[in-house]
């Protein structure tokens, strides 16, 4: 078996070898207004194969049988508010709860499956040409993909990561989900098995450089007018997350009829730490308002008083303790990268007044001083001579490499190559970064992960912005080569039974960021957000 995706595209083509021919199996979903269609076309390629067809319809994640009859020459199903319609010229037959066929395929057919959903209590949509429906899929995707303006080394990787970001996109609102998954394990059998279908604003800055860096100026103002209206409300109300339309209310369900992959249970829908206190995310709203402005994507009134209102709570906060940036759900603690995040905020504050002449108060620079002089006090550990996870703790934390990367301290500095170095030195496997070490940290859940990749990445950076230009290459190259046979990526990775763990998750904003910042532009990402007079340009 072989499969890619169609250059430049969303298109699936998998091929299929038998001793009696080969076929080539097409799977897509086309661009038409808001109907949700999956089209597979099956294709003979050589000889006759003979071929089997299965489908299971279960609604509610997998605890509802419909019912499920033929009408029209379309097969059916309905339970609750739920509707499937398959058209197919395959004449199927119900068997043990599934619908199922045979067929045999020549060189030269073409035989098409169209799958789609529809309200219970509506007509089903039109029926779709499925021909047609591919070719007008493989121009609008091709057209879309000849938009980018990356030139550099990793053009293929790049191009296919803003695909996945553009695929992760509800179109309606601009808002990015961070997976299309749930559950998968972060270590085969454990409990660490989330829901990650939403969209997390510590992520708003990097998709914004990686879709501007990219070219994709209209995507990245859709993202940021998502921003705006998803985080509207009282400051102290300020969820890390929310659904793609803006949806505040994301509570966490056990699916107790589920096994879950590989038997990795529970198996969750919702995620309950939408309800934790991560001071975070708003250095992330802050920067990613700032540096929309600062690139013309962005910046109006309406905006900066929410910002304003933002970093008036965020005065007393700030001095809080909590949940971080790993969304630990043991104790809350002072968090250092917490606390360089509310630096941001302040930081990006004084920049608006500055440099766009918005109104502000002197206060915000007292309180960007007085939290730096804390970090680089309480944050800093001399005898282990680095930067550690929270106050008082000797701990190290990958999410550390991000102070170069935000501007609070330079890559050339000191303290921040001592801190690099020891996470080289402990918090790596095969070159790879965890997190932080599961074993020694209290985050309410028993040990065992993989690798995160996106703090492999930041690695990287660190490694280009110190000047190890040949070290952070070899480094990115490796993390490229981790993906699958279609170009993707997970968050997590065990370099032992070289496997993915996780979801399928945002690496691939750090992958565009990192290859923008590999290239040696003056308006890569990592230079960009740490100078405040380089900010993107649209391309």
């Given at each position: ?14 091929e ?22 999956l089209?597979r076309?099956?294709?003979?390629v ?12 279960r ?89 980018t303006?990356?030139?550099g ?48 604003l ?23 007018e998502?921003?705006?209206r ?9 969820q ?50 700032f ?10 009134g ?6 304003k209102?933002v ?25 250092t990268h ?20 918005y ?33 008082d ?42 997190r ?18 996106p ?17 952070a290459?070899?480094l990115f ?19 032992k ?15 565009v ?6 290239s ?20």
């Amino acid at each position: 078996m072989r499969r890619a995706y169609r250059p430049g595209t969303l298109v699936l083509e998998t091929e299929f070898e038998t001793d009696e021919g080969a076929v080539k199996v097409i799977d897509f979903m086309p661009i038409r207004g808001k109907s949700v269609d999956l089209v597979r076309i099956v294709e003979g390629v050589r000889g006759r194969v003979p071929m089997r067809m299965e489908l299971i319809i279960r609604f509610d994640y997998g605890s509802i049988v419909p019912w499920v009859r033929g009408v029209d020459d379309t097969l059916r199903a309905v339970a609750g508010p739920d509707a499937l319609v398959l058209r197919t010229p395959v004449a199927t037959r119900g068997q043990d709860l599934t619908t199922q066929a045979e067929f045999t395929v020549s060189e030269g057919d073409s035989v098409p499956f169209v799958l789609a959903w529809f309200p219970s209590h509506e007509e089903p949509p039109k029926e779709l040409d499925a021909a047609r429906a591919l070719s007008r899929t493989t121009t609008w995707w091709e057209r879309w993909s000849a938009r980018t303006t990356y030139e550099g080394d990793w053009a293929e990787a790049v191009n296919r990561s803003v695909i996945t970001l553009k695929a992760l996109t509800y179109a309606p609102t601009g808002g990015i989900v961070a997976a299309p998954t749930t559950s998968l394990p972060e270590w085969p059998g454990s409990v660490r098995n989330w829901d990650y279908r939403f969209c997390w604003l510590r992520d708003a800055t990097f998709t914004l450089y990686a879709l501007m860096s990219a070219g994709y100026v209209d995507e990245a103002r859709a993202w940021r007018e998502w921003l705006l209206r998803a985080v509207a409300g009282v400051p102290a109300e300020l969820q890390i997350m929310y659904g793609p339309a803006g949806e505040h209310r994301l509570t966490e369900l056990e699916l107790d009829w589920l096994t879950g992959y590989e038997q990795s249970k529970p198996v969750r829908i919702g995620n309950a730490a939408s309800d934790q206190f991560q001071l975070d995310v708003y250095g992330e709203v802050a920067d990613a308002m700032f540096q929309a402005r600062a690139a013309g994507v962005g910046g109006d009134g309406s905006s900066w008083e929410m910002y304003k209102a933002v970093l008036e709570f965020l005065e007393d906060a700030w001095r809080q303790p909590d949940e971080g940036i790993w969304e630990v759900r043991g104790a809350r603690q002072h968090f250092t990268h917490s606390k360089m995040m509310a630096w941001v905020a302040f930081d990006r504050a004084v920049k608006v007044v500055e440099e766009f002449g918005y109104d502000g108060t002197e206060t915000w620079k007292a309180s960007r001083d007085e939290i730096h002089a804390e970090v680089c006090a309480r944050g800093y550990d001399t005898d282990r001579g680095a930067f550690v996870q929270a106050y008082d703790s000797q701990l190290l934390d990958a999410s550390l490499l991000m102070m170069p990367l935000v501007g609070f301290l330079p890559a050339t500095d000191e303290r921040v190559r001592n801190t690099v170095a020891a996470i080289q030195r402990e918090l790596t496997v095969d070159g790879f970064v965890m997190r932080y070490a599961s074993d020694h940290v209290e985050d309410g859940l028993p040990p065992g992960e993989g690798v995160f990749l996106p703090c492999s990445f930041w690695l990287a950076d660190n490694l280009a912005l110190m000047g190890q230009t040949g070290e952070a290459r070899a480094l990115f190259e490796r993390l490229v080569g981790l993906a699958n046979d279609v170009g993707l990526l997970s968050e997590e990775f065990d370099p032992k039974a070289k496997r993915f763990l996780g979801n399928l998750a945002f690496t691939h904003v750090a992958l565009v960021n990192t290859a923008c910042n590999l290239s040696g532009d003056a308006r890569s990402p990592a230079r960009s957000r740490a100078h405040r007079h380089t900010a993107p340009t649209p391309r």
